[in-house]
């Protein structure tokens, strides 16, 4: 089996939302369906760290939910900016259950073991610079679920890989609550989404003291789940 993933696929399959309005999103559905069948098994496992749907409810996610159980492999979410359907992990395992969504998995506070070789962990994130009191609190609290998910893969013995929504480090800025976490617990690859459009061409792919980072937000892979493990 193999890992991929892809970010902010921004589903609003009930036309309540259309992406269109985006420049390079034209028909982004469609080709995102096509592009995953052509690279994604059965037997893999794709990450979607945020951004999965425009919903407010998950009833009104419904559709959104059932196109993504219907590709291949195995899906691990973790919540985004504009994922607002997410509510408490009971509710939302629930709803997946009750609706049949046996291939829709959450990263929330834990670790998730993929093939025996690695172990999918990480959190949302939140903004660099982020100096109110109310930012500040949510920033902290991101910081310490990364790190309990990090250390949750690492109970695995596997390799962890780290995921995050908002990205560690962009355009120069960097934010060093988070990216401490993840040098104090070992980690050497880190994947996050959240930049779109003209943004793209300041994302940071790189090695940065000795961590990889690689942006994955759809428009950046062209709608294409990138491949993680193994490489080709």
């Known amino acids: 089996m193999a890992l991929f993933a892809i970010g902010d696929p921004h589903l609003s399959l009930d036309g309540s939302k259309p992406m269109t309005v985006f420049s390079g999103w034209d028909n982004h559905v469609e080709r995102l ?31 959104d939910f059932a196109f993504l159980h219907r590709l291949p492999g195995q899906k691990l979410i973790l919540k985004g900016n504009h994922d607002y359907w997410w509510c408490t992990r009971r ?21 998730v073991p993929v093939d025996g070789t690695m172990a999918v962990c990480g959190t949302r994130g939140w903004f660099f610079d982020a100096e109110e009191d109310a ?8 910081v310490g679920r ?14 962890p890989i780290a995921f995050l929504h908002y990205p560690p480090l962009y355009a120069g ?5 988070l990216i401490a976490v993840l040098l104090e617990e070992g980690i050497k690859r880190c994947y996050y989404g959240h930049i779109h459009s003209y943004g793209i061409r300041q994302a940071f792919n790189g090695v940065a003291d000795g961590i990889e980072y690689r942006l994955i937000s759809a428009d950046a892979l062209s709608f294409c789940p990138q491949r993680i493990f193994p490489t080709l």
């Open 33 to 63: 369906e096509k592009n995953w069948r052509n690279v994604v098994s059965p037997e893999d496992t794709v990450v979607i760290p945020g951004d999965l749907s425009w919903a407010m409810s998950l009833e009104q996610a419904r559709e």
């Open 91 to 111: 509710k939302m395992e629930a709803f997946f259950e009750e609706q049949g969504f046996t291939s829709l998995h959450f990263v929330h506070n834990d670790a």
């Open 135 to 142: 930012d500040r609190k949510v920033l902290l609290r991101e």
């Open 146 to 159: 990364l790190r309990t998910s990090i250390r949750a893969a690492k109970s695995t013995g596997l390799e």
């Open 173 to 177: 800025q960097t934010c060093p609550e």
